[in-house]
Protein backbone atom coordinates (compact mmCIF):
# COMPACT_ATOMS: atom_id res chain seq x y z
CA UNK A 1 0.00 0.00 0.00
CA UNK A 2 1.39 3.11 -1.27
CA UNK A 3 -0.76 5.29 1.26
CA UNK A 4 -1.29 5.06 4.92
CA UNK A 5 -5.12 3.71 5.26
CA UNK A 6 -6.96 4.89 8.21
CA UNK A 7 -10.52 4.61 9.64
CA UNK A 8 -12.83 6.81 7.29
CA UNK A 9 -15.66 8.01 9.70
CA UNK A 10 -18.24 10.57 8.60
CA UNK A 11 -21.53 9.02 10.08
CA UNK A 12 -21.19 8.89 14.18
CA UNK A 13 -23.12 4.89 13.40
CA UNK A 14 -19.72 3.66 12.35
CA UNK A 15 -17.36 5.74 14.91
CA UNK A 16 -14.88 2.12 15.83
CA UNK A 17 -12.08 2.42 18.58
CA UNK A 18 -8.78 0.49 18.38
CA UNK A 19 -9.76 -3.86 18.98
CA UNK A 20 -8.10 -3.57 21.92
CA UNK A 21 -9.50 -0.50 23.47
CA UNK A 22 -12.35 -1.95 25.84
CA UNK A 23 -12.26 0.69 28.36
CA UNK A 24 -13.91 2.75 25.53
CA UNK A 25 -16.73 0.81 25.27
CA UNK A 26 -17.58 1.01 29.59
CA UNK A 27 -18.01 5.25 28.75
CA UNK A 28 -21.21 5.81 30.33
CA UNK A 29 -22.38 8.11 27.61
CA UNK A 30 -21.88 5.49 24.96
CA UNK A 31 -24.77 2.94 26.05
CA UNK A 32 -27.46 5.62 25.29
CA UNK A 33 -26.29 6.99 22.03
CA UNK A 34 -27.44 4.24 19.69
CA UNK A 35 -28.03 4.84 15.90
CA UNK A 36 -31.90 3.42 15.07
CA UNK A 37 -30.15 2.80 11.41
CA UNK A 38 -29.97 -0.64 12.14
CA UNK A 39 -33.18 -1.62 13.69
CA UNK A 40 -35.31 -2.97 11.40
CA UNK A 41 -32.65 -5.42 10.35
CA UNK A 42 -32.29 -6.57 13.83
CA UNK A 43 -35.59 -6.63 14.16
CA UNK A 44 -36.25 -8.67 11.25
CA UNK A 45 -33.95 -11.45 12.28
CA UNK A 46 -36.63 -13.87 13.69
CA UNK A 47 -38.50 -13.48 10.25
CA UNK A 48 -35.78 -15.81 8.85
CA UNK A 49 -34.85 -17.90 11.59
CA UNK A 50 -33.49 -21.42 10.66
CA UNK A 51 -31.82 -24.52 11.98
CA UNK A 52 -28.86 -26.34 10.07
CA UNK A 53 -29.24 -28.99 12.70
CA UNK A 54 -32.81 -29.68 12.84
CA UNK A 55 -34.00 -31.76 9.36
CA UNK A 56 -37.01 -29.71 9.85
CA UNK A 57 -35.46 -27.00 8.03
CA UNK A 58 -33.09 -28.80 5.67
CA UNK A 59 -32.14 -32.30 6.04
CA UNK A 60 -28.53 -33.63 5.45
CA UNK A 61 -29.16 -37.48 5.60
CA UNK A 62 -30.52 -37.21 2.28
CA UNK A 63 -28.78 -39.30 -0.63
CA UNK A 64 -27.28 -38.36 -3.80
CA UNK A 65 -25.66 -40.52 -6.35
CA UNK A 66 -22.24 -38.83 -6.52
CA UNK A 67 -20.92 -40.91 -8.40
CA UNK A 68 -23.32 -41.20 -11.54
CA UNK A 69 -25.18 -37.59 -11.55
CA UNK A 70 -24.35 -34.20 -11.73
CA UNK A 71 -24.53 -31.76 -8.75
CA UNK A 72 -25.14 -29.14 -10.67
CA UNK A 73 -26.06 -28.72 -14.14
CA UNK A 74 -22.65 -29.37 -16.39
CA UNK A 75 -23.45 -26.54 -18.85
CA UNK A 76 -22.31 -24.11 -15.81
CA UNK A 77 -18.56 -25.30 -16.02
CA UNK A 78 -16.45 -23.47 -18.15
CA UNK A 79 -14.13 -26.33 -18.42
CA UNK A 80 -16.15 -28.46 -20.27
CA UNK A 81 -16.75 -25.77 -23.02
CA UNK A 82 -13.02 -26.21 -23.89
CA UNK A 83 -10.77 -28.82 -25.05
CA UNK A 84 -11.17 -30.60 -21.83
CA UNK A 85 -14.22 -31.70 -22.84
CA UNK A 86 -13.52 -34.24 -25.30
CA UNK A 87 -10.24 -35.58 -23.74
CA UNK A 88 -12.50 -36.89 -20.73
CA UNK A 89 -15.72 -39.53 -20.88
CA UNK A 90 -18.92 -39.34 -18.81
CA UNK A 91 -18.20 -40.71 -15.70
CA UNK A 92 -14.86 -38.44 -15.48
CA UNK A 93 -16.74 -35.12 -16.44
CA UNK A 94 -19.13 -35.88 -13.40
CA UNK A 95 -16.50 -36.69 -11.14
CA UNK A 96 -14.81 -33.57 -12.33
CA UNK A 97 -18.42 -31.05 -11.60
CA UNK A 98 -18.73 -32.85 -8.13
CA UNK A 99 -14.97 -32.23 -7.28
CA UNK A 100 -15.96 -28.47 -8.69
CA UNK A 101 -18.62 -28.14 -6.51
CA UNK A 102 -16.75 -29.44 -3.53
CA UNK A 103 -13.74 -26.19 -4.45
CA UNK A 104 -16.57 -23.99 -4.70
CA UNK A 105 -18.22 -25.07 -1.31
CA UNK A 106 -15.47 -25.42 0.66
CA UNK A 107 -13.78 -21.58 -0.55
CA UNK A 108 -17.40 -20.54 0.48
CA UNK A 109 -17.21 -22.19 3.88
CA UNK A 110 -14.26 -20.17 4.18
CA UNK A 111 -15.67 -17.11 3.56
CA UNK A 112 -18.21 -17.70 5.76
CA UNK A 113 -15.89 -18.52 8.73
CA UNK A 114 -13.99 -15.07 7.95
CA UNK A 115 -17.88 -13.44 7.75
CA UNK A 116 -18.19 -14.94 11.19
CA UNK A 117 -14.43 -13.64 13.02
CA UNK A 118 -15.34 -10.51 11.22
CA UNK A 119 -18.36 -9.79 12.35
CA UNK A 120 -17.36 -10.79 15.78
CA UNK A 121 -14.00 -8.03 15.08
CA UNK A 122 -17.05 -5.42 14.54
CA UNK A 123 -18.55 -5.76 17.67
CA UNK A 124 -14.90 -5.15 19.60
CA UNK A 125 -14.63 -1.58 17.34
CA UNK A 126 -17.80 -0.30 16.38
CA UNK A 127 -18.83 2.04 19.65
CA UNK A 128 -22.85 2.27 18.46
CA UNK A 129 -24.53 0.09 20.44
CA UNK A 130 -26.78 -0.66 17.63
CA UNK A 131 -24.32 -1.42 15.27
CA UNK A 132 -22.91 -3.23 17.66
CA UNK A 133 -26.37 -5.40 17.97
CA UNK A 134 -26.43 -5.68 14.49
CA UNK A 135 -22.96 -7.02 14.35
CA UNK A 136 -23.50 -9.48 16.87
CA UNK A 137 -26.71 -10.83 15.12
CA UNK A 138 -24.41 -11.07 11.77
CA UNK A 139 -21.69 -13.17 14.04
CA UNK A 140 -25.03 -15.77 15.18
CA UNK A 141 -26.04 -16.08 11.21
CA UNK A 142 -22.50 -16.88 10.10
CA UNK A 143 -22.37 -19.27 12.49
CA UNK A 144 -25.12 -21.05 11.45
CA UNK A 145 -23.49 -20.77 8.01
CA UNK A 146 -20.78 -22.73 9.23
CA UNK A 147 -22.59 -25.23 10.83
CA UNK A 148 -24.65 -25.62 7.47
CA UNK A 149 -21.89 -25.18 4.95
CA UNK A 150 -19.86 -27.98 6.98
CA UNK A 151 -23.00 -30.50 7.19
CA UNK A 152 -23.66 -30.78 3.71
CA UNK A 153 -19.92 -30.84 2.75
CA UNK A 154 -19.27 -33.91 5.14
CA UNK A 155 -22.60 -35.33 4.00
CA UNK A 156 -21.16 -35.35 0.15
CA UNK A 157 -17.26 -35.41 0.76
CA UNK A 158 -16.60 -36.07 4.40
CA UNK A 159 -14.67 -32.61 4.79
CA UNK A 160 -13.28 -29.55 2.62
CA UNK A 161 -10.54 -29.11 0.74
CA UNK A 162 -8.08 -26.40 1.92
CA UNK A 163 -8.76 -22.54 1.17
CA UNK A 164 -6.62 -21.51 -1.58
CA UNK A 165 -4.40 -18.84 -0.78
CA UNK A 166 -5.51 -15.83 -2.57
CA UNK A 167 -9.03 -15.61 -0.65
CA UNK A 168 -7.05 -17.31 2.41
CA UNK A 169 -4.87 -14.08 2.97
CA UNK A 170 -7.85 -11.50 1.85
CA UNK A 171 -10.05 -12.62 4.59
CA UNK A 172 -7.03 -12.86 7.24
CA UNK A 173 -6.29 -9.54 5.71
CA UNK A 174 -10.03 -8.40 6.16
CA UNK A 175 -10.44 -10.37 9.47
CA UNK A 176 -7.27 -8.53 11.39
CA UNK A 177 -7.73 -4.99 10.01
CA UNK A 178 -9.04 -2.36 12.27
CA UNK A 179 -10.65 -0.72 9.64
CA UNK A 180 -14.11 -0.62 9.39
CA UNK A 181 -14.71 0.77 5.48
CA UNK A 182 -12.38 -2.09 4.69
CA UNK A 183 -14.17 -5.01 6.32
CA UNK A 184 -17.27 -3.12 5.29
CA UNK A 185 -16.32 -2.73 1.66
CA UNK A 186 -14.08 -6.04 1.70
CA UNK A 187 -16.92 -8.42 3.43
CA UNK A 188 -20.40 -6.71 3.07
CA UNK A 189 -19.91 -5.71 -0.43
CA UNK A 190 -17.49 -8.16 -2.04
CA UNK A 191 -16.90 -11.47 -0.67
CA UNK A 192 -20.96 -11.76 0.59
CA UNK A 193 -21.79 -9.54 -3.02
CA UNK A 194 -19.90 -12.37 -4.43
CA UNK A 195 -21.44 -15.33 -2.29
CA UNK A 196 -24.87 -13.90 -3.23
CA UNK A 197 -24.64 -14.59 -6.67
CA UNK A 198 -22.73 -17.60 -6.30
CA UNK A 199 -25.72 -19.01 -4.09
CA UNK A 200 -28.00 -17.97 -6.59
CA UNK A 201 -26.59 -19.58 -9.27
CA UNK A 202 -26.11 -22.79 -7.17
CA UNK A 203 -30.01 -22.70 -6.10
CA UNK A 204 -30.86 -22.37 -9.99
CA UNK A 205 -28.45 -24.96 -11.54
CA UNK A 206 -28.16 -27.30 -8.63
CA UNK A 207 -30.03 -30.80 -8.97
CA UNK A 208 -29.68 -31.79 -5.33
CA UNK A 209 -32.53 -30.73 -3.12
CA UNK A 210 -30.64 -30.57 -0.23
CA UNK A 211 -27.89 -27.76 -1.94
CA UNK A 212 -31.19 -26.02 -2.92
CA UNK A 213 -32.67 -25.59 0.52
CA UNK A 214 -29.14 -24.70 1.66
CA UNK A 215 -28.94 -22.14 -0.70
CA UNK A 216 -32.01 -20.88 0.00
CA UNK A 217 -31.72 -20.40 3.73
CA UNK A 218 -28.19 -18.77 3.94
CA UNK A 219 -29.48 -16.40 1.30
CA UNK A 220 -32.53 -15.80 3.61
CA UNK A 221 -30.05 -14.30 6.05
CA UNK A 222 -27.19 -12.91 3.15
CA UNK A 223 -29.97 -10.33 1.65
CA UNK A 224 -29.92 -8.50 5.37
CA UNK A 225 -25.94 -8.73 5.47
CA UNK A 226 -26.12 -6.84 2.15
CA UNK A 227 -28.41 -4.25 3.02
CA UNK A 228 -25.93 -3.69 6.16
CA UNK A 229 -23.55 -2.57 3.49
CA UNK A 230 -25.62 -0.62 1.54
CA UNK A 231 -26.90 2.01 4.92
CA UNK A 232 -22.86 1.87 5.13
CA UNK A 233 -22.33 3.26 1.93
CA UNK A 234 -25.59 5.53 1.81
CA UNK A 235 -24.83 7.23 4.45
CA UNK A 236 -20.62 7.41 4.30
CA UNK A 237 -19.51 7.59 0.14
CA UNK A 238 -21.68 10.97 -1.03
CA UNK A 239 -19.62 12.47 1.82
CA UNK A 240 -16.09 11.28 1.46
CA UNK A 241 -13.47 13.63 0.05
CA UNK A 242 -12.13 12.73 -3.25
CA UNK A 243 -9.26 11.31 -2.17
CA UNK A 244 -11.03 8.70 0.61
CA UNK A 245 -13.27 7.76 -2.24
CA UNK A 246 -10.44 7.07 -4.62
CA UNK A 247 -8.59 5.60 -1.45
CA UNK A 248 -11.59 2.87 -1.28
CA UNK A 249 -12.17 2.81 -5.09
CA UNK A 250 -8.59 1.12 -5.84
CA UNK A 251 -8.79 -0.98 -3.32
CA UNK A 252 -11.99 -2.37 -3.96
CA UNK A 253 -10.99 -3.25 -7.64
CA UNK A 254 -7.65 -4.70 -6.16
CA UNK A 255 -9.77 -7.38 -4.29
CA UNK A 256 -11.77 -7.61 -7.20
CA UNK A 257 -8.97 -9.23 -8.92
CA UNK A 258 -7.97 -11.20 -6.37
CA UNK A 259 -11.19 -12.60 -5.76
CA UNK A 260 -11.46 -13.06 -9.61
CA UNK A 261 -8.00 -15.15 -9.54
CA UNK A 262 -9.08 -16.89 -7.14
CA UNK A 263 -11.91 -18.36 -8.58
CA UNK A 264 -10.26 -18.32 -12.34
CA UNK A 265 -6.95 -19.69 -12.00
CA UNK A 266 -6.59 -23.70 -12.91
CA UNK A 267 -3.43 -23.77 -10.81
CA UNK A 268 -5.48 -23.17 -7.57
CA UNK A 269 -7.72 -26.14 -9.35
CA UNK A 270 -4.77 -28.31 -9.49
CA UNK A 271 -6.45 -31.44 -7.66
CA UNK A 272 -9.68 -31.53 -9.57
CA UNK A 273 -7.52 -31.63 -12.42
CA UNK A 274 -5.36 -34.63 -11.47
CA UNK A 275 -8.60 -36.50 -9.80
CA UNK A 276 -9.69 -36.94 -13.56
CA UNK A 277 -6.07 -37.65 -14.99
CA UNK A 278 -5.22 -33.67 -16.41
CA UNK A 279 -2.29 -31.92 -15.83
CA UNK A 280 -3.52 -28.00 -14.74
CA UNK A 281 -0.97 -26.89 -17.03
CA UNK A 282 -2.49 -28.32 -20.15
CA UNK A 283 -6.16 -27.13 -19.07
CA UNK A 284 -4.69 -23.71 -18.67
CA UNK A 285 -3.58 -23.90 -22.26
CA UNK A 286 -6.92 -25.08 -22.89
CA UNK A 287 -8.69 -22.18 -21.62
CA UNK A 288 -6.38 -19.65 -23.12
CA UNK A 289 -7.42 -21.22 -26.69
CA UNK A 290 -10.87 -21.39 -25.73
CA UNK A 291 -10.92 -17.55 -24.85
CA UNK A 292 -9.57 -16.75 -28.46
CA UNK A 293 -13.18 -18.04 -29.94
CA UNK A 294 -15.27 -15.03 -28.80
CA UNK A 295 -18.92 -17.27 -28.82
CA UNK A 296 -17.08 -19.41 -26.56
CA UNK A 297 -15.76 -16.34 -24.28
CA UNK A 298 -19.24 -15.05 -23.99
CA UNK A 299 -20.42 -18.47 -22.89
CA UNK A 300 -17.73 -18.42 -20.41
CA UNK A 301 -18.69 -14.92 -19.12
CA UNK A 302 -22.13 -16.12 -18.66
CA UNK A 303 -20.73 -19.15 -16.41
CA UNK A 304 -19.14 -17.07 -14.37
CA UNK A 305 -22.17 -14.23 -14.27
CA UNK A 306 -21.59 -14.37 -10.44
CA UNK A 307 -19.39 -11.60 -10.42
CA UNK A 308 -22.25 -9.58 -11.56
CA UNK A 309 -23.66 -9.05 -7.72
CA UNK A 310 -20.67 -8.09 -6.37
CA UNK A 311 -20.11 -5.47 -9.94
CA UNK A 312 -23.17 -3.91 -8.94
CA UNK A 313 -23.27 -3.49 -5.44
CA UNK A 314 -20.32 -1.78 -5.84
CA UNK A 315 -21.77 0.57 -8.76
CA UNK A 316 -25.14 1.29 -6.84
CA UNK A 317 -23.08 1.81 -3.33
CA UNK A 318 -20.41 4.47 -5.41
CA UNK A 319 -18.20 3.13 -4.86
CA UNK A 320 -17.45 2.04 -8.42
CA UNK A 321 -17.58 5.78 -10.50
CA UNK A 322 -16.20 6.63 -14.09
CA UNK A 323 -12.31 5.88 -12.64
CA UNK A 324 -12.25 2.16 -12.70
CA UNK A 325 -15.45 1.64 -14.93
CA UNK A 326 -13.41 0.75 -17.87
CA UNK A 327 -11.61 -1.99 -15.66
CA UNK A 328 -14.95 -3.55 -14.73
CA UNK A 329 -16.65 -3.72 -18.10
CA UNK A 330 -14.31 -6.47 -19.33
CA UNK A 331 -16.32 -8.84 -17.31
CA UNK A 332 -19.74 -7.09 -17.84
CA UNK A 333 -22.21 -4.92 -19.57
CA UNK A 334 -21.82 -1.71 -17.52
CA UNK A 335 -24.75 0.30 -19.17
CA UNK A 336 -27.06 -2.57 -18.31
CA UNK A 337 -26.20 -2.06 -15.09
CA UNK A 338 -26.77 1.56 -14.66
CA UNK A 339 -30.10 1.16 -15.64
CA UNK A 340 -31.03 -1.35 -13.30
CA UNK A 341 -32.69 -0.71 -10.15
CA UNK A 342 -31.52 -1.61 -6.54
CA UNK A 343 -33.18 -4.85 -6.42
CA UNK A 344 -30.52 -7.75 -6.49
CA UNK A 345 -30.60 -11.41 -8.22
CA UNK A 346 -30.92 -13.22 -4.70
CA UNK A 347 -33.92 -10.89 -3.57
CA UNK A 348 -36.58 -12.98 -4.54
CA UNK A 349 -35.21 -16.01 -3.59
CA UNK A 350 -34.65 -14.68 -0.29
CA UNK A 351 -37.78 -13.33 0.02
CA UNK A 352 -39.29 -16.60 -1.01
CA UNK A 353 -37.55 -18.13 1.74
CA UNK A 354 -38.19 -16.03 4.38
CA UNK A 355 -42.02 -16.70 4.03
CA UNK A 356 -41.49 -20.02 3.95
CA UNK A 357 -39.61 -19.50 7.43
CA UNK A 358 -42.14 -17.78 8.76
CA UNK A 359 -44.67 -20.26 8.35
CA UNK A 360 -42.56 -23.09 9.38
CA UNK A 361 -42.28 -20.72 12.85
CA UNK A 362 -45.50 -19.76 13.11
CA UNK A 363 -44.59 -16.08 12.85
CA UNK A 364 -47.59 -13.92 12.58
CA UNK A 365 -45.93 -10.28 13.14
CA UNK A 366 -46.34 -7.99 9.96
CA UNK A 367 -44.19 -8.78 7.13
CA UNK A 368 -41.49 -6.30 6.35
CA UNK A 369 -40.44 -6.20 2.87
CA UNK A 370 -36.78 -6.84 2.30
CA UNK A 371 -36.99 -2.86 0.30
CA UNK A 372 -38.36 -1.09 3.77
CA UNK A 373 -35.12 -2.18 5.44
CA UNK A 374 -32.93 0.53 4.08
CA UNK A 375 -35.39 2.85 4.13
CA UNK A 376 -34.13 6.17 5.90
CA UNK A 377 -35.47 6.98 8.95
FE1 LIG B 1 -22.87 -16.03 5.54
FE1 LIG C 1 -23.08 -12.87 5.49
Known amino acids: MSTEQTNITVDSAYEAVAPDDFPAMMEVERYGNRSTAFDKIISATHDHFWDPQDPKFVDFSQPFDMENEYLV ?165 PKLSEHERNQIEDWAWEVFQVLLYNLGSPEQKKHIYAAVGLDWEWVQSAFMEAMTDSAVREDMMEATNIFRVLIKTLLKAGVITDRTSANYAAFIDMKELHQEGDRMVGDDIAEEGIKYLRELNGNTNKYMSLDTMTAAE
Not at 165 to 183: I, N, Q
Not at 209 to 233: N, R, S
Open 73 to 237: DPLGLAELQTAINDKIDEKQRIKLVNLDVQWSLSSILHGEQGALALSASLCHILKDPGAQEYAANQTREEARHVAGFSNYIKARWGKPVAVGPALGDLLTELVLSPLVWKKIVGMQMLVEGLAMGAFATFYKQSNDPVMTKLMQLTMTDEAFHHKFGKIWADRTI
